[in-house]
């Protein structure tokens, strides 16, 4: 019996919301009185396998070697399967990321587990089962999703739980896992990677994103908006309009058809508020709308609203902000 | 060669807000159903596939008979063949069982190459049924797929978009690709496709049908997650308050304390 967490990382680096989830876990395992055992899969991935005991894990298995160097669904799938048998889960919760859900979703089918994908909370039940909130209609609804069997798999959403605190004197066991790679695995073959342009923050982690919409123009008209954003240390958002229009690309992109986010600060520039942008962000903690139509739905779930021009607005926002917070 | 989209008929996404809590799962949420948007990339990759290397086009569903209208919608874009699978066995089940039912259709068709599905679907919003397509299929999955670039016999290139990058991924086939926004833009369905569509007699299958499936393996009763307490999430509260300063850089600053007051910067 345990509870089991799959860490998310690249080159080396854990994904934040792996300690996010990891700080969850951490609670659940203390109210089932159960180990908290950690997996990492990688090469070259020691250094995450300590920090994961810093962060809560009694004990952390380590999938480590060149067959895991790039993400494969499959190999990464077979990785966690592994960890599975070693661990005996009762609880078995992974990010839902990029990557991880894949390979979450395929060890689940594979070994008939029952799935709640993209949750946003999580709890116990009187008897200690898991029951996981999540999101369904695209925000529209919530539901509660329960479980027939053991062990119970959810994967979570980024910033659904708090960073916890790093305990850097903890001490835990970190063990190696071996892992058979399945046929399926070697049909998979990673041939190339590109990175994404460094040094930009991605929305789906950002705790302030600065968005963009129809009223910016052009790809020029997002200057203003990455300025706001790197005096704050947010991301750059954009509506499916400014995406499909060819101003910025589409990981940008927030709604529907984009990510759905979770900041603290959401600033909506010249994004009328279609339904289906609504759907990616209106569970931000506070949304300011600057927008020129005060009849705009943006102003409807926003707390703070400025009727106005964005290429003013903007621009003058950043000045107060490097004004009050002494930043340049 | 073919390629195959699995799609799913979901709320037109203007009234997804419109559909109450109540009605899900009853079969009738008293809102428009279209074909998921996701998967009409799905679909326009079958067709942009189909002129790049040949082969043949089909698409399959699950679901009751009004389901046929996404793949009507399909066939209006250009795709030739269309399936309905369709029993109150399947009533219920949850994604590893529409999985399930899927993988025994495509495993009843000949010379298939690609499997694509949509990210997600725009009710369920899980992304659970093409990676459990591919592990009841026993054949490789790559999601997030925003290009194809390649597919010789025995094997397809793309693109998989990670949070970190991209990465150029070649598998086995057949395969199941969840394709991404990225990969291309759908057509819209012209008048000849339209009619084409309406009138087109779509072939319905039943699990007795499907001989590898197991029912004891698909509907409610092999449902492994359930679920309860479906609510509105809370209404966002207070209004919007609009500043408005005599000038905009008094506006913006007044905007700033606010925030800074807030505890969010």
């Given at each position: 019996?345990?509870?089991?967490?799959?860490?998310?990382?690249?080159?080396?680096?854990?994904?934040?919301?792996?300690?996010?989830?990891?700080?969850?876990?951490?609670?659940?395992?203390?109210?089932?009185?159960?180990?908290?055992?950690?997996?990492?899969?990688?090469?070259?991935?020691?250094?995450?396998?300590?920090?994961?005991?810093?962060?809560?894990?009694?004990?952390?298995?380590?999938?480590?070697?060149?067959?895991?160097?790039?993400?494969?669904?499959?190999?990464?799938?077979?990785?966690?399967?592994?960890?599975?048998?070693?661990?005996?889960?009762?609880?078995?919760?992974?990010?839902?990321?990029?990557?991880?859900?894949?390979?979450?979703?395929?060890?689940?089918?594979?070994?008939?587990?029952?799935?709640?994908?993209?949750?946003?909370?999580?709890?116990?039940?009187?008897?200690?089962?898991?029951?996981?909130?999540?999101?369904?209609?695209?925000?529209?609804?919530?539901?509660?999703?329960?479980?027939?069997?053991?062990?119970?798999?959810?994967?979570v959403r980024s910033r659904s739980f708090p960073l916890p605190t790093k305990a850097m004197g903890r001490s835990g066991e970190i063990?190696?896992?071996?892992?058979?790679?399945?046929?399926?695995?070697?049909?998979?073959?990673?041939?190339?990677?590109?990175?994404?342009?460094?040094?930009?923050?991605?929305?789906?982690?950002?705790?302030?994103?600065?968005?963009?919409?129809?009223?910016?123009?052009?790809?020029?008209?997002?200057?203003?908006?990455?300025?706001?954003?790197?005096?704050?240390?947010?991301?750059?958002?954009?509506?499916?309009?400014?995406?499909?229009?060819?101003?910025?690309?589409?990981?940008?992109?927030?709604?529907?058809?984009?990510?759905?986010?979770?900041?603290?600060?959401?600033?909506?520039?010249?994004?009328?508020?279609?339904?289906?942008?609504?759907?990616?962000?209106?569970?931000?903690?506070?949304?300011?709308?600057?927008?020129?139509?005060?009849?705009?739905?943006?102003?409807?779930?926003?707390?703070?609203?400025?009727?106005?021009?964005?290429?003013?607005?903007?621009?003058?926002?950043?000045?107060?902000?490097?004004?009050?917070?002494?930043?340049? | 060669?073919?390629?195959?989209?699995?799609?799913?008929?979901?709320?037109?996404?203007?009234?997804?807000?419109?559909?109450?809590?109540?009605?899900?799962?009853?079969?009738?949420?008293?809102?428009?159903?279209?074909?998921?948007?996701?998967?009409?990339?799905?679909?326009?990759?079958?067709?942009?596939?189909?002129?790049?290397?040949?082969?043949?086009?089909?698409?399959?569903?699950?679901?009751?008979?009004?389901?046929?209208?996404?793949?009507?919608?399909?066939?209006?874009?250009?795709?030739?063949?269309?399936?309905?699978?369709?029993?109150?066995?399947?009533?219920?089940?949850?994604?590893?069982?529409?999985?399930?039912?899927?993988?025994?259709?495509?495993?009843?068709?000949?010379?298939?190459?690609?499997?694509?599905?949509?990210?997600?679907?725009?009710?369920?919003?899980?992304?659970?049924?093409?990676?459990?397509?591919?592990?009841?299929?026993?054949?490789?999955?790559?999601?997030?797929?925003?290009?194809?670039?390649?597919?010789?016999?025995?094997?397809?290139?793309?693109?998989?978009?990670?949070?970190?990058?991209?990465?150029?991924?070649?598998?086995k086939t057949p395969a199941v690709l969840a394709v991404s926004k990225e990969i291309n833009e759908p057509r819209y369905p012209n008048?000849?496709?339209?009619?084409?569509?309406?009138?087109?007699?779509?072939?319905?299958?039943?699990?007795?049908?499907?001989?590898?499936?197991?029912?004891?393996?698909?509907?409610?009763?092999?449902?492994?997650?359930?679920?309860?307490?479906?609510?509105?999430?809370?209404?966002?509260?207070?209004?919007?308050?609009?500043?408005?300063?005599?000038?905009?850089?008094?506006?913006?600053?007044?905007?700033?304390?606010?925030?800074?007051?807030?505890?969010?910067?």
């Amino acid at each position: 019996m345990s509870v089991l967490v799959y860490i998310a990382q690249n080159q080396g680096q854990a994904k934040p919301v792996s300690w996010e989830i990891m700080g969850k876990a951490r609670a659940l395992a203390d109210r089932l009185h159960v180990p908290l055992i950690g997996l990492v899969i990688g090469h070259g991935v020691g250094e995450v396998a300590a920090e994961a005991i810093a962060y809560g894990a009694d004990r952390v298995l380590v999938a480590d070697g060149p067959a895991f160097a790039a993400f494969r669904a499959y190999a990464y799938a077979d990785a966690l399967k592994a960890a599975i048998a070693a661990a005996q889960p009762t609880i078995i919760l992974a990010p839902a990321s990029a990557g991880a859900r894949d390979a979450a979703a395929l060890a689940a089918c594979q070994l008939g587990i029952g799935l709640a994908a993209e949750c946003q909370d999580l709890d116990l039940d009187a008897d200690g089962n898991l029951v996981a909130e999540r999101p369904i209609f695209s925000g529209n609804i919530l539901t509660t999703v329960t479980f027939k069997a053991k062990p119970q798999m959810a994967t979570v959403r980024s910033r659904s739980f708090p960073l916890p605190t790093k305990a850097m004197g903890r001490s835990g066991e970190i063990a190696a896992l071996a892992v058979n790679l399945s046929e399926l695995a070697e049909q998979e073959e990673v041939l190339g990677f590109e990175a994404a342009e460094a040094g930009e923050v991605g929305v789906e982690n950002a705790s302030i994103i600065v968005s963009g919409g129809r009223g910016v123009k052009g790809p020029e008209g997002f200057a203003p908006l990455r300025e706001l954003a790197r005096v704050l240390g947010a991301a750059v958002g954009a509506s499916r309009a400014a995406v499909d229009a060819g101003w910025i690309p589409y990981p940008h992109q927030v709604g529907q058809t984009g990510k759905t986010v979770r900041p603290d600060l959401y600033i909506a520039c010249g994004i009328s508020g279609a339904i289906q942008h609504l759907a990616g962000m209106s569970n931000a903690r506070v949304i300011v709308a600057i927008n020129k139509d005060r009849d705009a739905p943006i102003f409807g779930v926003a707390r703070y609203g400025v009727v106005g021009d964005l290429f003013e607005v903007v621009p003058a926002l950043t000045e107060a902000f490097k004004a009050k917070l002494g930043r340049q | 060669m073919k390629f195959v989209a699995c799609v799913k008929l979901t709320p037109d996404t203007e009234q997804l807000a419109d559909v109450r809590p109540e009605d899900v799962g009853s079969g009738d949420l008293g809102v428009t159903m279209v074909l998921n948007p996701w998967d009409e990339f799905a679909v326009e990759e079958v067709l942009q596939l189909q002129d790049r290397f040949g082969g043949e086009g089909a698409v399959v569903t699950v679901g009751g008979a009004e389901a046929v209208e996404a793949l009507r919608r399909a066939v209006a874009m250009g795709i030739e063949e269309a399936l309905l699978l369709s029993d109150p066995l399947f009533e219920g089940s949850d994604a590893w069982g529409v999985a399930r039912i899927l993988a025994q259709a495509i495993k009843r068709m000949d010379e298939v190459t690609l499997v694509l599905t949509g990210r997600q679907s725009v009710d369920g919003n899980s992304g659970l049924v093409g990676p459990g397509l591919a592990a009841s299929l026993g054949v490789p999955f790559v999601s997030q797929v925003a290009k194809v670039l390649e597919v010789t016999e025995g094997s397809a290139t793309v693109l998989r978009a990670l949070d970190e990058g991209v990465q150029t991924v070649r598998v086995k086939t057949p395969a199941v690709l969840a394709v991404s926004k990225e990969i291309n833009e759908p057509r819209y369905p012209n008048f000849m496709g339209i009619r084409k569509a309406s009138r087109m007699q779509i072939p319905a299958l039943k699990a007795a049908q499907l001989p590898g499936l197991d029912p004891k393996q698909v509907g409610e009763g092999a449902a492994l997650i359930r679920w309860t307490n479906l609510r509105k999430p809370p209404a966002r509260v207070g209004k919007c308050e609009f500043i408005q300063g005599a000038t905009v850089a008094e506006t913006a600053s007044i905007l700033a304390d606010r925030l800074i007051a807030e505890k969010v910067i």
